[in-house]
């Protein structure tokens, strides 16, 4: 446990009374209480193991501490898409995982870090003032996972100051969508996020469109590259053997979060087009590094997966919007 | 006719100012002031292209500090031309030829072993060409025991498929001229010496002939792309007739320019992702420590498209009927805040790069618990969005269509501007 849990913990418990549980039965309501919070929960459950587990063994070839960093990692995920409302306040979504990094941002972070064993790791309100990059899970991983950052006692140090960091910020996200759900759920003319049904289903449907996008485009496509140089090492989580599980995690969190706007069951198009990624999504099981990109056979499977990705994209937006009455906005990927 | 007014278009005179603004003016202004912009950039990069002959000739503290400064001076033009990116197809495929950023500077030439080596990112990011005449590039073997301008533009450029390998334009040069910015968040720029260009005993860091032919080569092939450029805005130019041919469009493509350089490419890439990080090396330009002054006239360009109004490096003004007199008609109160935002971000600009001139650098500016330099770059990254949502505003008010306004996901609220 950290010194910023007490106060977190108690605004979870009122986050649980505010909400005012059935007072609207509706999709924005269902998928709120139901698909969000809930996840959010794990989350923060997630990242307070992952804290403890390095307060009592902060050595990179720790188990459990290995074990914590993957759950709390792909627990991040089933929520990265929902990138709207408290994750956007304080940089919150760049500090948990920085990535794709192609400016080589979170070594840029770490490397002075370490190298002049800078003393700010002993005090949490001064590194959480330090460079995203440096912060987060991504750093984590390298010092966990990577060969440039030998095991001393300042990185087991610095471990400890970001796990406890990480876990500050996801409670951060938890009690901001305390108030954030009620934006949601109680929209409408007096709101000023949300002035009516359509704005917050687009919410929703942006995020849905958008976790696609960052699935087919970035975590496959980055690492694709092109058939003559491909890029195996620009996967994500590559290190920690994450990039596939967390492609998994995010396409099956995607899926529950469009059987929620659907009302509880998915269209029959939707349903087959997730069917149909789920298939391909085997068929690469043998390398959770997605290394096999530099294989032309290996490229092929995982070709044919970002293709599957990219058609149910379509197909979701459209049955899902449909339903809704609405269209997917801009998201930040728009424009590169 | 003046004289046989009828009471009709007496109604229709009070209703609108008397002078009718013509799109089709408004336009020809833009092309006017893009001609000059560009013609400026040509002019001061080919002093500087003579400036660094003059360095590899006779190598001395005096004559690199000279191609230093004819680097300073061409980037004034070039960094007001940005505002033609975005919105004109002619300048965005061209453009990273000249002002690609950030770099992996290690593929050019020695960097410090903090640097660290080949990233997940890039392979080549240590290269070294400088030291290296041959070497395997995406499995074909490449011979660069000559280092021309073909060599730097069809082989280095982005080499292995990676934008960071930036291998030609201002920012190849800028770390040919001061060599890599070891002071971190402290004071100073980079401090190549004179004598990484000497002859014989006298070379330092090795390799010096080579590095003198880098150095010429990306200077003359920058001198030859800017030709191309000035070449598209002439009358007859593809930039130039595409945008006569369709004035709305080309209203279109003003306003586009304005909005995504404000928007996601000044205050989203170059500022708020740098103050996120802390980092240093995360300044436009980060050798030579000059990045104020490339936010600032980065933030003149914007003023220039709109005011209609570009002071040439020789003092001229090149001036005619604007985007404000072609607002105003349809919108006065919106065409005047727009040009009070922009003077807001000016000021903001200016106030930086004040503080950069009386010597806090904007690499100590990005330093994590340097609360007034962040007030700087918060005060012009909030100018700059501040001016976009007005833009917006403009956009609706003169019925532009199809402006698409380039986001950048540092900005913490990438959706707000579309609203």
Redesign the interface.
């Known amino acids: 446990m950290t010194r910023f849990s007490c106060l977190f913990s108690l605004a979870l418990t009122a986050s649980l009374t505010l909400v005012p549980l059935g007072a609207r039965a509706d999709v924005v309501s269902d998928t709120v209480k139901s698909y969000v919070l809930p996840r959010l929960d794990r989350v923060v459950a997630s990242a307070a193991a992952l804290d403890d587990a390095a307060t009592k063994d902060c050595r990179p070839d720790s188990e459990s501490l290995r074990v914590a960093f993957d759950q709390a990692y792909l627990d991040w995920v089933a929520v990265q898409h929902l990138n709207?409302g408290p994750v956007?306040?304080d940089?919150r979504y760049?500090a948990m995982v920085f990535w794709p990094?192609?400016?080589?941002?979170v070594?840029?972070?770490l490397?002075?870090l370490i190298?002049e064993a800078n003393p700010i790791v002993n005090d949490p309100m001064?590194f959480r003032?330090?460079?995203?990059?440096g912060r987060g899970l991504s750093a984590l991983e390298l010092l966990l996972f990577g060969d440039e950052y030998p095991a001393s006692d300042y990185t087991c140090a610095l471990t400890r100051a970001i796990t406890e960091d990480v876990e500050q910020t996801v409670r951060e996200i938890r009690a901001g969508w305390t108030d954030y759900a009620l934006t949601m759920i109680e929209r409408g003319a007096e709101n000023a996020t949300y002035k009516s049904d359509a704005e917050v289903y687009r919410q929703f449907l942006?995020a849905l469109d958008a976790g696609l996008e960052v699935d087919a485009d970035l975590r496959l496509g980055r690492p694709l590259?092109?058939f003559?140089?491909p890029?195996p090492?620009?996967a994500e989580a590559w290190r920690a053997g994450l990039s596939l599980p967390a492609l998994s995690v995010s396409i099956a969190s995607l899926r529950d979060l469009a059987t929620s706007l659907s009302g509880g069951a998915l269209d029959e198009d939707t349903r087959t087009e997730f069917d149909r990624v789920e298939a391909a999504l085997d068929s690469v099981q043998d390398s959770p590094d997605l290394s096999l990109v530099a294989d032309p056979a290996g490229r092929f499977r995982v070709e044919v997966l970002q293709q599957t990705i990219q058609t149910l994209r379509r197909v979701a937006a459209a049955d899902v919007g449909d339903k809704l009455g609405v269209k997917a906005?801009?998201?930040?990927?728009?424009?590169d | 006719m003046k004289r046989t007014l009828t009471s009709l278009s007496v109604l229709a005179l009070s209703a609108a100012p008397a002078f009718a603004v013509e799109k089709t003016d408004v336009v020809a202004t833009y092309i006017d002031i893009a001609q000059a912009t560009y013609g400026d950039a040509l002019t001061t990069a080919q002093t500087l292209d003579a400036a660094v002959a003059d360095l590899i000739a006779n190598p001395s503290q005096d004559t690199l500090e000279a191609a230093r400064s004819a680097w300073l001076a061409a980037r004034v033009p070039y960094q007001q031309s940005e505002v033609f990116r975005f919105g004109n197809p002619v300048v965005d495929d061209w453009e990273g030829k000249v002002n690609a950023w950030?770099l992996?500077e290690g593929l050019i030439d020695y960097v410090d072993a903090?640097y660290?080596g080949a990233?997940?990112?890039?392979s080549f990011?240590a290269l070294n060409v400088i030291a290296t005449p041959t070497f395997t590039l995406?499995?074909t073997e490449v011979d660069a025991t000559d280092i021309t301008p073909d060599l730097i533009a069809n082989t280095l450029q982005e080499a292995?498929?990676v934008?960071?390998n930036v291998a030609s334009g201002y920012h190849a040069i800028e770390f040919l001229l001061w060599g890599q910015d070891l002071n971190?968040t402290d004071a100073g720029a980079g401090d190549r010496p004179y004598t990484d260009y000497a002859t014989g005993a006298d070379c330092t860091n090795g390799n010096c002939d080579r590095r003198g032919d880098y150095l010429q080569a990306a200077t003359d092939l920058l001198v030859f792309d800017l030709e191309y450029m000035v070449a598209q805005w002439e009358d007859d130019g593809e930039a130039a007739v595409t945008l006569s041919d369709d004035p709305d469009a080309a209203i279109t493509a003003m306003l586009t320019g304005m909005g995504?350089l404000s928007y996601?490419e000044q205050a989203g890439e170059r500022m708020r992702l740098g103050l996120?990080?802390?980092?240093p090396?995360?300044e436009h330009d980060c050798f030579s420590d000059n990045t104020y002054n490339s936010h600032y006239y980065d933030g003149k360009g914007v003023q220039n498209v709109y005011l209609g109004s570009y002071t040439r490096v020789d003092g001229t003004e090149v001036s005619g009927p604007s985007l404000e007199d072609l607002l105003a008609e349809t919108d006065a109160q919106t065409a005047e805040d727009l040009a009070t935002a922009i003077d807001d971000t000016m000021v903001a600009l200016g106030e930086m790069k004040t503080a950069a001139e009386n010597g806090m650098a904007y690499d100590q500016m990005l330093a994590?618990?340097n609360a007034e330099g962040e007030a700087y770059i918060t005060a012009g990254i909030e100018g700059l969005i501040a001016q976009t949502r007005v833009i917006e505003r403009a956009v609706a008010s003169l019925g532009a269509q199809d402006v698409?306004?380039?986001?950048?996901?540092?900005?913490?609220?990438?959706?707000a501007v579309?609203e």
């Open positions: 709207f956007q306040k940089n760049f990094d192609a400016r080589n941002a070594n840029r972070a490397r002075p190298g001064a003032q330090s460079s995203v990059a942006t590259g092109t003559d140089a890029k090492a620009r906005g801009f998201n930040s990927l728009d424009g | 950030p992996d903090s660290g990233t997940d990112e890039n990011a995406s499995g292995d498929g934008e960071a971190g995504s996601g996120m990080l802390n980092d090396e995360e994590a618990g698409m306004i380039e986001g950048s996901d540092s900005l913490d609220n990438p959706d579309f």
